[in-house]
């Protein structure tokens, strides 16, 4: 995305400055406050009387979902609230199942569902749906409506919409679609190389007893393990639940963005095209940092890591080590991959100057 030309954000602190451990929680709220505290009490002040509507925009795995989680855990999450079209239409199958849920649902579409399918074929083809498939715009719109509805008002993170480059001109009537009239609204573009996120797939694992996701060489677990006849190191669940669940690969990640190279490309379209219009404002975010750059714009500890594993024959037992994770980003360049909390200090203080 040479041609958006997102700009490299500074979160570099002055010599001297603490360090902390942006996995622990506690010492997050510690570190956001340490790298944008005047911004967040801005951010606080405004949303005690006001909303906003942000629209995320970014590749599939790019971390949107996260950045949004770590807005609200660094601002408060009592008034802000992240939408997923996807999750939203994927709660549906149940729902559908359901005779008492689909009439119901069935109810809520006869008073705000307007688009040319009737709404039993619309129904329909939410059960055949595939990845490949999208469902009608104004389908979706109606089930987004439906879910802001249950909510108290709050700011808006949506995540999943648009999806499709017919749908760009929906979200840019988005918030009087859904009765947001007085709230600024904004894209939120995010730029993650495709490198990546393959590697975020292909080393993926997921605990098979409760579902934790770790990353074999981007999160690890405390405790690795080492399967002598398959010659491979694995992650053992930390979760207290699980004791100690050998975590697993799920089948198809080894191909790492090879199966979503359609979907990557459609999404750096609706990227392009987003980051085209008048009128709305757009937050960039930049996930990565040039390596010769790095020294002067990231402290060391906001750089993800990757973890190397060795195997001690003598006392039976992996050692694990850290280095900084170089990846070439979508330019060919060496760069650092950053942690998430940085790029929220980024999404933080550009929000601060919007309001």
Not at 134 to 149: D, N
Not at 208 to 222: F, M, S, V, Y
Request: net charge positive; with cysteine.
């Amino acid at each position: 995305m040479k041609e958006l030309n997102f700009p490299l954000f500074k979160t570099k602190s002055p010599s001297g400055s603490p360090e902390f451990d942006l996995t622990d929680p506690k010492q997050r709220q510690v570190y956001f406050r340490f790298k944008a505290g005047p911004e967040i009490e801005k951010i606080k002040k405004y949303l005690e009387n006001n909303t906003f509507v942000a629209i995320l925009l970014g590749k599939k795995n790019a971390g949107k979902g996260t950045y949004s989680k770590l807005f609200a855990e660094a601002v408060g999450s009592k008034n802000i609230a992240h939408l997923s079209a996807g999750d939203i239409v994927r709660k549906l199958d149940k729902e559908v199942a359901s005779s008492k849920s689909r009439k119901k649902l069935e109810a809520f579409l006869e008073a705000n569902y307007r688009g040319y399918l009737p709404i039993d074929e619309v129904i329909k083809a939410q059960l055949k749906r595939s990845t490949k498939t999208l469902l009608p715009t104004e389908f979706v719109l109606a089930l987004l409506k439906r879910e802001i509805g249950r909510l108290k008002r709050k700011a808006l993170f949506i995540d999943g919409f648009p999806r499709n480059l017919d749908q760009i001109s929906y979200s840019l009537f988005f918030r009087d679609l859904i009765d947001y009239r007085g709230d600024p609204d904004f894209f939120v573009l995010i730029d993650v190389p495709e490198k990546v996120i393959d590697e975020r797939i292909k080393y993926r694992v997921v605990c098979p007893k409760c579902q934790t996701p770790r990353n074999l060489k981007l999160l690890a677990t405390k405790k690795v393990g080492y399967d002598i006849k398959n010659n491979e190191f694995y992650l053992v669940c930390d979760s207290p639940t699980c004791r100690g669940a050998r975590m697993v690969t799920k089948e198809g990640d080894e191909l790492g963005v090879e199966v979503i190279k359609d979907r990557l490309e459609k999404d750096e379209k609706l990227i392009k095209r987003a980051f085209s219009l008048y009128g709305i404002p757009k937050v960039l975010l930049c996930n990565s940092v040039p390596v010769d750059k790095a020294n002067k714009l990231v402290d060391d500890y906001e750089i993800t890591p990757e973890y190397v594993y060795e195997w001690n024959k003598v006392s039976h037992r992996v050692k694990t080590t850290e280095k900084p994770w170089v990846v070439e980003d979508d330019q060919g360049v060496p760069s650092y991959s950053l942690l998430p909390p940085p790029v929220v200090v980024s999404l933080i203080k550009q929000l601060a100057d919007l309001f």
